[in-house]
């Protein structure tokens, strides 16, 4: 029957290099998980998808804003709050309307 350990005591350099790696958590990683080599350039165009994300939600937060400091000093009747309030709520109003 053959035997499955090795009574070498000899270490090679790239066992020393794994060990090394393995009880060094603060050295940065020299290849991903699957073996591939990292990837950095990725990292800007996650930015660049992350910053056109937040410009799309700053625009339409814009505008669906409703400015009531715009709205007229004048009492209005309360059918004509019911109008606005419909206008807004429907999204047909424009600035002409107001």
Do not use: F
Not at 3 to 25: A, F, H, T, V
Not at 31 to 46: D, F, I, M, Q, V
């Amino acid at each position: 029957m053959g035997c499955c350990y090795s009574s070498e005591n000899e270490d090679s350099d790239q066992d020393r290099e794994e060990r090394k790696l393995l009880l060094d958590p603060s050295s940065p990683p020299t290849k991903a998980l699957n073996g591939a080599e990292p990837n950095y350039h990725s990292l800007p165009s996650a930015r660049t998808d992350e910053q056109a994300l937040l410009s799309s939600i700053l625009a339409k937060t814009a505008s669906n804003i409703i400015d009531v400091s715009a709205a007229d000093s004048q009492g209005m009747e309360q059918h004509e709050y019911m109008d606005r309030a419909r206008q807004y709520r429907d999204g047909s109003h424009t600035e002409k309307e107001l």
